[in-house]
């Protein structure tokens, strides 16, 4: 997470930043597959029209992808040639490619041939005007797990205990979806080129399973005296039923921001982790749901978050009961260096809103229109 009111300590500019405008498309995340199995499948697929902040994005692996099987141009003036992709560098599987994509004032998640709308639906066959409902596209590529449109089922529940359950594919974390202050030192623009993650997801009866494996060779942890966020680590951002009661808000109880440090050392392990809503401190993260180990050359983290972290009585996820997260990478500044969020340099998501330039209300500890919204396959 990384709202700066939530230990008085950060002081980004976005800060008490109104909840009014959420704009903008899906910035997504892909995996490592090729543009050609990203967009092999779609349906007839979409562009963006109309809504705030509807233009097509650029970005690497934007969800504006999509061929249009009969388009021509759509209400937002994005010119789509027929069968032809218009966003040619959408990459992975995870990308949501093959779907459909529209844009409102709420943000839009696609996923896999299916779209998702607040306040602004467009909807249109194969005129391809106005926007677009998109086909059965979305089927990843041999190998790789779009985890963000697609969760499998752990028959069992996990053991946290910093060891891979359910021999779950991993899946390479693309930097595209990052924010960094604008306000840190300017030798710290940008994220660091030698920090990775990858990571893997799946459900269980009982709620989230979550495994990341970072490379990082300077495990610099949030201070004791921080919130967990301000320092490396990964943030986890789930809604029990993908329902907002005000469309992208977060639901009290039901969603929930969860942060887990890093190890501090090369031989600790940590169970260091925090629960938040935005601007709120919520407490530890106990129960032992989360953990971090270190690695050789980085550190693993692995979670669940069950009704106990959403504030519920109870939380029983099935196929026809799906959820939404989100995930993000905390990257530190160099050991002894610190900014405006503590010794969080940057982070960086597997989904955020298209074009997020650096707002609150583009990235996921803000925002839950941008969370993903996977299907979740039957047991
Ligand atoms: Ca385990
Ligand atoms: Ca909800």
Known sequence: MGFGGAAGAADDSNTGASLGGFGGSISSAGGSGSSSSSTAGGGAGGVPSGGAGGATSTDAATVTSGSDAGGTSDAGGTSNAGGASTSSTATGGASTTGGATSTGDAATTTTGGSATTSDTTTTT???????????????????????????????????????????????????????????????????????????????????????????????????????????????????????????????????????????????????????????????????????????????????????????????????????????????????????SEGRRLGHYFVQAASGADGDFEDYPFYNSAVFCTPTLTPP
């Not at 089922?153 to 910093?162: M, N, Q, R």
């Not at 809604?239 to 890093?262: I, K, L, N």
């Open 125 to 339: 066959g194969g005129a391809g005007v106005g926007g677009s409902t998109g086909g059965t596209g979305g089927a990843p590529a041999v190998g790789e797990e779009p985890y963000c449109e697609r969760l499998h089922h752990l028959a069992a529940v996990p053991v946290i205990d910093g060891a891979l359950d359910g021999n779950l594919p991993l899946q390479d974390l693309p930097q595209d979806a990052a924010r960094v202050p604008a306000d840190n030192p300017p030798q710290f623009s940008s994220l660091p080129s030698d920090v990775s993650m990858r990571w893997a997801a799946a459900w269980f009866d009982g709620g989230l399973y979550i495994f990341a494996e970072i490379v990082d060779p300077d495990r610099y942890p949030a201070a004791a005296s921080n919130d967990e966020w301000m320092g490396d680590g990964v943030d986890l951002y789930v809604d029990h039923d993908a329902v907002f009661d005000a469309p992208g808000f977060y639901d009290d109880p039901g969603t929930r921001s969860t942060s887990v440090s890093a190890p501090p050392d090369g031989t600790t392990p940590s169970t260091r982790g925090g629960v938040f809503m935005p601007y709120v401190d919520l407490g530890s993260w106990t129960g032992g749901e989360c953990i971090a180990v270190p690695t050789a050359d980085g550190y693993r983290v692995e979670a669940v978050v069950t009704a106990a972290t959403l504030g519920l009585s109870s939380w029983s996820p099935s196929p026809s009961a799906p959820f939404a997260f989100d995930l993000g990478h905390n990257v530190s500044f160099p050991a002894g260096e610190t900014g």
